[in-house]
């Protein structure tokens, strides 16, 4: 069973950075995407960043040049570096990989302070 567990979220003043990890555990070898996800209050879920099994790298606009998708050292893990962060960055953020079908994980929560 593939399981997704996401870490690093936590609060920040406006113009921090923090660093998301995702590590996924499983029978699944090598994902086709591992992306992130946000969603904040009252608002639909959002794609924030993808990698592809070739590294291809998709950005929301919201955060190019801020954001940086990466993956991790272990096998089917992935980061998020957050820079410049905003108060419109505060959301819980969801790791995402794809192998035929969709698979999330919990969520962390980042909250960024004016």
């Known amino acids: 069973q593939v399981q997704l567990v996401e870490s690093g979220g936590g609060l920040v003043q406006a113009g921090g950075s923090l660093r998301l990890s995702c590590a996924a555990s499983g029978p699944i070898f090598s994902f086709n995407v591992m992306s992130w996800y946000r969603q904040a209050p009252g608002k639909q879920r959002e794609l924030v960043a993808s990698?592809?099994?070739?590294?291809?790298?998709n950005y929301a606009d919201s955060v190019k040049g801020r954001f940086t998708i990466s993956r991790g050292n272990a096998k089917n893990t992935v980061l998020l570096q957050m820079d410049s962060l905003k108060p419109e960055d505060t959301a819980v953020y969801y790791c995402?990989?794809?192998?035929?079908?969709?698979?999330w994980g919990k969520g962390t929560l980042v909250t960024v302070s004016s």
């Open positions: 995402n990989a794809y192998y035929g079908t969709q698979y």
């Open positions: 990698l592809t099994r070739d590294d291809l790298i």
